[in-house]
Nanobody
Framework: QVQLVESGGGLVQAGGSLRLSCAASGTIFQINVMGWYRQAPGKQRELVASISSGGISSSGNTNYADSVKGRFIISTDNARNTVFLQMNSLKPEDTAVYYC???????????????WGQGTQVTVSS
């Protein structure tokens, strides 16, 4: 089983920065995709950024929502199965609960498992 522990959320003024972290633990043979989603009150959960690794030892392609391009950066520490989200130039509309998500395998022949973190609140004041 895989567990995700998120940290780094909080309250920040518009224009400020925050860095989210998400560490994966448990039985992990390979992580294929790591990403961040967010859900604001009354809205559907949406993809913020993702990075595909193709294996824990390699870096991969990144994908960003249009609303965060140029402001947010997703990165990984593959040795520690950790994904980060550096959020700069934050806006009030970035306020949401941010969720970490990974697609991983426990063995080379195992199916891909989709795991979610517990969520961390990010609040941007105007």
């Amino acid at each position: 089983q895989v567990q995700l522990v998120e940290s780094g959320g909080g309250l920040v003024q518009a224009g400020g920065s925050l860095r989210l972290s998400c560490a994966a633990s448990g039985t992990i043979f390979q992580i294929n995709v790591m990403g961040w989603y967010r859900q604001a009150p009354g809205k559907q959960r949406e993809l913020v950024a993702s990075i595909s690794s193709g294996g824990i030892s390699s870096s991969g392609n990144t994908n960003y929502a249009d609303s965060v391009k140029g402001r947010f950066i997703i990165s990984t520490d593959n040795a520690r199965n950790t994904v980060f989200l550096q959020m700069n130039s934050l806006k009030p509309e970035d306020t949401a609960v941010y969720y970490c998500n990974i697609h991983s395998q426990q063995a080379a022949w195992a199916r891909i498992v989709d795991t979610w973190g517990q969520g961390t609140q990010v609040t941007v004041s105007s």
